[in-house]
């Protein structure tokens, strides 16, 4: 049972137009939420959280919005460079567990 | 770079066989985590180890064991190894208990 959801395996975004990444979960007790972005031959890189008291969550060109009632998380990228082309994962936890779950990703390729 | 080290970077062994791969955390951190992450499939949270001790156990087959020793470095041990074992581990830290974790270049295992 995956109960974290990456539904959209790849995605393509033109170069300075936004990206967004979506993320579906399931369990509703999960309250902390991350993103991260993985590049080929290479570990994750931790990007952006975001806890469930909040509904967005901004870091520069990043921002994560959460959306508790439909249990779904979106990273918003703006504008896409492409640099950004990576893998694309979002991970969820129950505060006090320390356990990650982890989707399969999304693969975002920003072209130039 | 994160900070985090893994070694072997690859390694290549035989059904039955067992290994151990090893995790340096990034300075000062605390906790340590380990994934798995199987072809198509997300990271998988095997377990976490905090200042020594063990804090969270994810889906971690009882062929596999961990350890923190009081350097902060991991191992984490592989027994019995099957085809299916095989698989990049991923190795991460993070200065407490929970937050954003910086991942390691990962081990590829490969079991013939």
């Known amino acids: 049972d995956q109960q974290v959801k990456q539904n959209s395996p790849s995605l393509s975004v033109q170069e300075g137009r936004i990206s967004i990444l979506n993320c579906d979960y399931t369990?509703?007790?999960?309250?902390?939420f991350l993103w991260y972005k993985k590049y080929p031959a290479e570990g994750p890189t931790f990007l952006i959280s975001?806890?469930?008291?909040?509904d967005k969550n901004e870091d520069g060109r990043f921002t994560v919005f959460l959306n508790k009632s439909a249990k779904h998380l979106s990273l918003h990228i703006v504008p896409s460079q492409p640099g950004d082309s990576a893998v694309y994962f979002c991970?969820?936890?129950?505060?006090?567990?320390?356990?990650?779950?982890f989707g399969t990703g999304t693969r975002l390729k920003v072209l130039a | 770079d994160s900070g985090v080290t893994q070694t072997p970077k690859h390694l290549i062994t035989a059904t039955g066989q067992r290994v151990t791969l090893r995790c340096s955390p990034r300075?000062?951190?605390?906790?340590v985590y380990w994934y798995q992450q199987s072809l198509d499939q997300g990271l998988q949270f095997l377990i976490q180890?905090?200042?020594?001790?063990?804090?969270a156990k994810g889906n971690i087959l009882e062929r596999f064991s961990a350890q923190q020793f009081p350097d902060l470095h991991s191992e984490l041990n592989l027994s019995s190894l099957e085809l299916g074992d095989s698989a990049l581990y991923f190795c991460?830290?993070?200065?407490?208990?929970?937050?954003?974790?910086?991942f390691g270049p990962g081990t590829r295992l490969t079991v013939l």
């Open positions: 991460a830290s993070s200065p407490g208990l929970a937050g954003g974790q910086f």
């Open positions: 991970a969820a936890s129950i505060s006090g567990t320390y356990k990650y779950i």
């Open positions: 300075s000062g951190d605390l906790s």
């Open positions: 180890y905090y200042n020594g001790e063990e804090r």
């Open positions: 369990n509703s007790m999960f309250d902390y």
């Open positions: 975001i806890s469930s008291i909040k």
